[in-house]
């Protein structure tokens, strides 16, 4: 219960003076036991939600292949990737469970449409930052009210054009590495005024921050939570994408943004802390992340059911 841990106080030294923060939680077995939801053994892929990941540009393809494929291993019924045309046969080869739509240009995207039936999007990865694609951006942004996970250059290009955060849907979520952070919310002189900002910037947008590291922490207006699985083997490239991937297939299935987002965090860190021992630190890479997924739905049933 979350009323047990209401005393559990955050302590942060600033000048030596130490400031408490009450509304901070693990994300452990406890909280992910009122989150999970176990699949329906009636489901199919057509009430399983249907997720759409855009992103990509020239040489940066492998991103989105990440996110989709792990958008489809974390129990999404349907993906659909919207990329440029540079990207198709990468995506048909590379994953072939997953749909490709893509804009008429060859080398970046300068649309962002789609007229298909979809429950949640990702958007940002190998998007890059071209001026027609922050044109699109912000032309999709103006229309779209579907869950919404932001990573990468669709990061980048909001901290450029900050006024377009009023654009964004209640509880979209956004998932900046510290230097991505640092772009949004300018620089900080200590871990008080970084958190003091990330709140002030949830508190003002309606957003939910994961703040992606050693530990991984949600910022939900004056909420934190902060991670409990994961290791140093996350430290690789790509390990962002499919963590975009893991949370865009959780909206997508219906699990409201904020129980998407620490469920997320929590699989996606859970992959390594199952995984390293076996095969090292040094060598688990995103794929490794994405084959595993299904033993941290297996670990969280395990510990559900004990």
């Not at 249907?50 to 991103?63: D, N, Q, T, W």
């Not at 699109?136 to 054009?161: C, E, M, R, Y």
């Not at 860190?269 to 941290?296: H, N, V």
């Amino acid at each position: 219960m979350k009323g047990s841990i209401l005393s559990i106080f955050r302590k942060f030294r600033l000048d030596k003076i130490t400031i408490f923060m009450s509304t901070h939680y693990p994300i452990d077995t406890n909280e992910i036991r009122m989150r999970f939801r176990p699949m329906d053994r009636y489901t199919h892929k057509g009430i399983q939600g249907h997720a759409l990941i855009v992103g990509g540009s020239y040489g940066k393809m492998g991103s989105v292949v990440l996110a989709s494929k792990a958008c489809m291993k974390s129990g999404c019924g349907l993906v659909t990737a919207f990329i440029p045309k540079c990207g198709y046969e990468i995506m048909q080869i590379g994953i072939s469970e997953v749909m490709v739509v893509t804009d008429d240009y060859q080398e970046h995207l300068t649309f962002i449409k789609s007229d298909l039936k979809i429950q949640a999007i990702g958007i940002g990865m190998g998007m890059g930052q071209h001026s027609d694609t922050q044109q699109a951006f912000f032309n999709f942004l103006k229309t779209n009210t579907l869950p919404l996970v932001i990573d990468a250059d669709g990061l980048n290009i909001l901290s450029q054009n900050i006024e377009w955060l009023s654009l964004l849907p209640k509880n979209a979520i956004l998932t900046p590495h510290l230097k991505e952070l640092e772009r949004l919310i300018g620089k900080w002189d200590s871990e008080v005024e970084q958190f003091e900002k990330v709140k002030e910037l949830s508190m003002t947008y309606n957003l939910i921050i994961i703040i992606k590291g050693a530990p991984s922490l949600i910022v939900h207006g004056a909420t934190v939570f902060e991670n409990t699985t994961g290791n140093q083997a996350l430290a690789t490239a790509g390990s962002g994408d499919v963590l975009t991937g893991i949370i865009t297939s959780l909206l997508a299935q219906s699990y409201n943004p904020i129980d998407a987002a620490i469920l997320g965090v929590y699989l996606h860190g859970l992959t390594a802390d199952i995984a390293a021992p076996i095969m090292s630190y040094q060598s688990f890479i995103a794929s490794d992340i994405i084959e595993t997924i299904g033993k941290s739905y297996l670990h969280i049933m395990e510990s559900i059911e004990h």
